[in-house]
């Protein structure tokens, strides 16, 4: 078998093979070599290009004031992602990044120097898309407990305060925080996230603010944790009710210090963070079982921000619905123009256990299997209008119904809360160990005890 050689691969085919125009001049100041990149970005093919002065060719703004590869061979220093505007052969307005550097011969002497061209536009295409996602406007809702919400928003955006979303599972928590950070001052920095659930207390240290060689077996080499890598952006604590109380100390001191060290290090390290945490759980309760420092949720809850579940504010599901039916039309190329008066009965009436996440799948589902332009009731999954009659079915064939009928309504809204048994006994109107006796004497368990999500 043939070895590649690289010293064989011709230097002018790697260049070509770069998405970034490469425009090398000489100390004359004048048009050496385009790579194809540079070509198409400025107009010109490389052998028209050749001998021209670099002005003529490259012409940016900093070209006004003075050549950018002029001033990296006066100072002989780079130049590092300067953001221009270049008009091409053309006359077209094209937003670049540039990077100089100067090229040497092989003593060390000063040849020329070589300018990387990047196009911008594609990025804040991209970036505008995005903000468009997770603008303000896009988080649909015409409830009053939403509007509520909407009023806060610019408010909270601005303030760049910690804060803690509230909800139940599927609310829109995520969405929330990443359209808060997109009309943030901090929408040119990272929106960071970490899920708190589920990871040891060493995994999530780990994780939040990084290690460095030799904290624990297996560390061998240092490793950037999520706060260095928000700095300047936002970070996003998704569950953090979950968080054990070693990290909700070390969390706590950060949000007062800005400080923080990486597992096994000593040297304390500054970071520019906003936080934004969010739970399903109810934190005030897990406070007053010390489950939960009272101080590090005073300092996240600094203006109350509740997401309420989908059965609460059933007259945004007509909202939504178009919503989510708009964009799978455009995914999948459809032209569904219109709900069946039946199915969006059957819509209005399903209770929604995972909220806004569960109506969208229902209505990509049904997008999928609908061939004409109108959803119908046949077109929806057919647990979500058949659940009620199963229910009652079920329990009349067995020899208790109401017995069968308690346990189903207990397993249905242990569900509904996520398996939070303060929440679900508060929905029951029962006390907490009345829950606990009815489970046992329905011999219900949780289904994921091998989890520490209790």
Request: hydrophobic content about 40%; proline content about 3%.
């Amino acid at each position: 078998m043939r070895t590649l050689d690289t010293r064989r691969i011709g230097t002018e085919a790697i260049l070509d093979s770069l998405n970034d125009g490469v425009v090398t001049i000489g100390l004359d100041k004048r048009i050496k070599y385009l790579n194809k990149a540079a070509e198409r970005l400025l107009g010109y093919s490389k052998k028209e290009a050749r001998e021209m002065p670099c002005a003529e060719v490259v012409r940016c703004a900093a070209c006004d004031h003075e050549c950018l590869l002029e001033q990296t061979l006066s100072s002989s220093q780079n130049i590092q992602d300067y953001q221009t505007v270049l008009r091409n052969k053309g006359g077209k307005l094209i937003n670049v990044s540039t990077n100089t550097a100067l090229i040497k011969d092989k003593r060390g002497r000063v040849i020329g120097g070589v300018e990387i061209i990047r196009d911008r536009s594609q990025i804040e295409a991209l970036n505008e898309a995005l903000r468009g996602k997770y603008s303000f406007e896009n988080i649909i809702g015409k409830n009053h407990r939403m509007q509520s919400v909407y009023t806060l928003l610019p408010e909270m955006a601005r303030s760049e305060s910690s804060l803690l979303l509230e909800g139940e599972l599927g609310t829109g928590k995520e969405l929330l925080a990443h359209a808060l950070h997109e009309n943030s001052g901090r929408r040119e920095k990272p929106f960071v996230k970490i899920h708190c659930g589920g990871l040891t207390d060493l995994m999530l240290a780990c994780e939040l603010f990084g290690y460095v060689k030799g904290a624990f077996t297996g560390a061998v080499s240092d490793q950037v944790g999520r706060l260095e890598l928000a700095d300047g952006g936002t970070l996003f604590l998704d569950e953090i009710g979950y968080m054990s109380p070693a990290a909700q100390l070390k969390l706590l001191r950060f949000l007062k210090e800005k400080r923080f060290e990486r597992v096994g290090d000593t040297r304390q390290i500054r970071a520019d963070v906003w936080v934004i945490a969010a739970t399903h759980r109810d934190l005030s309760v897990a406070v007053e079982r010390a489950e939960f420092l009272a101080e590090l949720y005073d300092q996240l809850k600094t203006v109350p921000v509740v997401l309420p579940p989908l059965r609460d504010r059933r007259d945004d599901i007509p909202l939504l619905v178009q919503h989510f039916l708009k964009r799978f039309n455009s995914l999948m190329e459809k032209k569904i123009k219109s709900v069946a008066p039946a199915a969006l009965e059957i819509l209005l009436n399903y209770d929604y256990p995972e909220n806004i996440q569960e109506l969208e799948n229902i209505v990509e589902h049904a997008v999928v299997l609908c061939q004409g332009s109108t959803l119908m009731p046949s077109h929806l999954p057919k647990d979500i209008f058949d659940v009620k009659d199963d229910f009652v079915d079920l329990a009349i064939k067995q020899d208790d119904p109401i017995k069968t009928l308690e346990r189903q309504l207990v397993l249905k809204v242990l569900s509904q809360t996520d398996w939070n048994y303060q929440e679900a006994a508060s929905r029951l109107k029962v006390s907490r160990t009345t829950l606990w006796r009815k489970m046992k004497e329905f011999g219900i368990s949780h289904p994921r005890l091998r989890s520490s999500r209790v």
